[in-house]
């Protein structure tokens, strides 16, 4: 595609594009931040290539799509609390060992997830840049994307049936019971990201009231609406059936990729590589979202049906 002047690259059939030729760290046009906003759309997954960024530019990319979104946890961000540290490594630069409380929060990203689902507006966007990402030899490392949307159309009927009027319980404070290694969360903390439930059909009225499939493993391993063995059961179900090639891709990090994807409609994870060997730093911003995840029986769907 070459429209003002921004040429995007298919980087498969399933999501994602990337551009080579756009520099994020300057003031951006209000038409290419339109331009943008509609690939995201399309293809919920952009690469800027070759970036040279840090945490006050990322901030200023980031708010160039929305309001930016505040991290829960002060201590595990990087200089801005809107800035969150997805490394290994720490501000001072040095390599942390694998059960630093702020490495074991990453292993904890190696569980399929969208970011902030534990918000009752979860994050629209996430922009991810890597400063320091694994020599091409290593094992793991990439970080993973599912389509969602394409995974509900691939459903069977009797699964979306069956999937409809399910919901899941989001909980910040529950990533402590799945990483047992995590300090407690002050009592500030906990109050301000109480457990929230989300519809596992997930409704986007942007996008002609279209259904995708919303459910994380990062901060439960349940679906709600049914009995816990039962709910436990079709967790893995979908964990499985939404690992499949067909729906995902993987991306490969280059040093001074900019990465950015739309929480909505994608789940990802990054692949667990050697935390102790490999340095890799990484900083995120995240484009707050300001409304609620819609199911089926949501109001607002239900008298547009
Ligand atoms: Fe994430």
Known sequence: MLKNKIITKQLSN??????SNFDCSKEIKFDDIELLKKIMQDKHFICFKNQNLNGDSLAKFTKNFGDLEAYPEKDKTKGKIEIFNVSNVSEDGEHLSPDDQRVILQKNNSRWHTDSSYRYYPSIFS????QETLPHEAKGGQTEFSNM???YENLSDD?????EPLHQVHSYNDIRRLEPGLPELTYEEKSNFPPVS???IRVHPDRNYKKSIYFTSNTSLEIGGMGLEEG??????LVDYISQDKFCYKHSWEKNDLIMWDNRVLLHRVIPYDYSKYRRAMIRGTVEGKVPVLGPFSNEVRLKA
């Open 14 to 19: 399933k999501l994602g594009v990337s551009i």
């Open 127 to 130: 922009i991810l840049y890597g």
């Open 149 to 151: 949307l394409l995974a």
């Open 159 to 163: 699964k979306k049936q069956l999937l």
């Open 198 to 200: 989300h519809p596992v």
């Open 232 to 237: 436990k059961k079709l967790h893995g179900w």
